[in-house]
């Protein structure tokens, strides 16, 4: 199985100030068909996950401006460019290189 | 609109089974790979089982295999997770979820709403 390991576990931000979030995968996740399988998923409170960023960088629809993301290979980043307060949750990433898919541990976002 | 309705949760015994489903609507569902996630009490996201959109190829998380089985009636557009044996390690709350694109393994764009699992004597 492939490892997804995330960094940090949690962040506490202010609002209108940036925000990163690392996740490493313990093999590449590029696919021979030229495609990055990684996924971004925030965690609402009470809530089930919701899709943010599809294959690495792309923005599901719906997805404010606020969040990129970036990388290749086994090292990837969402960012969000000014926390506001609806950004509170758990930020996933997963991969689906492996169709069963792993998830990493987590990040909690909480607001300072 | 697209729409997953999941039930069939509950509280159960230890070594009972349980069937969840998994209602499908607003998309072809057919066309599209299934999953169902779980997640603990207070814990991460676990993919427990992924199935084709044809149901010809399925795959297990190992904390599961030979006790879970899922499977899918495209007759009536509804997913199925056939849990046996069950112990309080599978206590938590049981997603299904579409992938984002037809017939291959993407990321999930749409999850239900979820169903608890309670494991207790």
């Known amino acids: 199985d492939i490892v997804m390991t995330q960094t940090p576990l949690s962040v506490s931000v202010t609002p209108g100030q940036p925000a990163s979030i690392s996740c490493k995968s313990s093999?590449?996740?590029?696919?021979?068909?030229?495609?990055?399988?990684l996924y971004w998923y925030l965690q609402k409170p009470g809530q089930p996950p919701q899709l943010l960023i599809y294959?690495?960088?792309n923005r599901f629809s719906g997805v404010p401006y606020r969040f990129s993301g970036s990388g290749s290979g086994t090292d990837f980043t969402l960012k969000i460019s000014r926390v506001e307060a609806e950004d509170v949750g758990v930020y996933y990433c997963?991969?689906?290189?492996?169709?069963?898919?792993?998830f990493g541990q987590g990040t909690k976002l909480e607001i300072k | 609109q697209v729409q997953l309705v999941v039930s069939g949760g509950g509280v159960v015994q230890p070594g009972r089974s349980l069937r969840l489903s998994c209602a499908a609507s607003?998309?072809?569902?057919?066309?599209?790979?299934m999953y169902w996630v779980r997640q603990s009490p207070g814990k991460g996201l676990e993919s427990v089982a992924v199935?084709?959109?044809?149901?010809?190829?399925?795959y297990y998380a190992d904390s599961v295999k030979g006790r879970f089985t899922i499977s899918r009636d495209n007759s009536k557009n509804t997913l199925y997770l056939q849990m046996n044996s069950l112990t309080t390690d599978d206590m938590a709350v049981y997603y299904c979820?579409?992938?984002?694109?037809?017939?291959?393994?993407?990321?999930?764009?749409?999850w239900g709403q979820g169903t608890t699992v309670t494991v207790s004597s």
């Open positions: 997963m991969e689906t290189l492996h169709q069963r898919g792993s």
């Open positions: 979820a579409k992938v984002r694109v037809e017939r291959w393994f993407y990321g999930l764009d749409v």
């Open positions: 093999q590449s996740l590029l696919h021979s068909d030229g495609k990055t399988y």
């Open positions: 199935i084709s959109y044809d149901g010809n190829n399925k």
């Open positions: 607003g998309f072809t569902f057919s066309n599209y790979v």
């Open positions: 294959e690495v960088s």
